[in-house]
């Protein structure tokens, strides 16, 4: 479902990967017995309604089921802990003119990308 990165692309202002994060969290928060139905299945009918409905904007996320927040939630703590820095230290670095200035052009753009990567993260933390 999630494919061969096993992962989820999140914006600003939606989840740019709502089918594979959707289908996901569905699977991930069922009971045995849910499961065992779906497997038999092989899957869902096709439901258009609830196809409409599963867009996941930042809207929606804060309005999921509190085992799909709570999954959402660890899943988020356990990516910002991969990190070797956390939001604040980034954002001191980019707030430090001389010590910015200091690396290279490549540093400077992958501390651009980290720092709203963790923003992301961070504002994904608030919604669920």
């Known amino acids: 479902m ?27 928060c069922m009971s045995e017995e849910e499961f065992k139905k779906y497997k038999e299945q092989d899957g869902w009918e096709d439901n258009s309604e609830e196809e409409e409905n599963s867009t996941l904007s930042n809207e929606a996320l804060s309005r999921l089921k509190t085992p799909c927040k ?7 703590l356990l990516t910002l802990e991969s990190y070797g820095s956390d939001l604040k230290a980034e954002q001191d670095l980019l707030n430090n ?7 290279s052009r490549r540093e400077q753009q992958a501390l651009h990308v980290r720092y709203g990567q963790k923003r992301i993260l961070h504002q994904l933390l608030e919604l669920v």
């Open 2 to 28: 999630v494919g061969e990165e096993g992962a989820f692309v999140l914006g600003w202002d939606e989840v740019l990967t709502e089918e594979e994060l959707s289908m996901t969290l569905k699977v991930l």
């Open 70 to 76: 709570k999954l959402l939630y660890d899943s988020v």
């Open 97 to 103: 003119k001389e010590a910015y200035e200091k690396l």
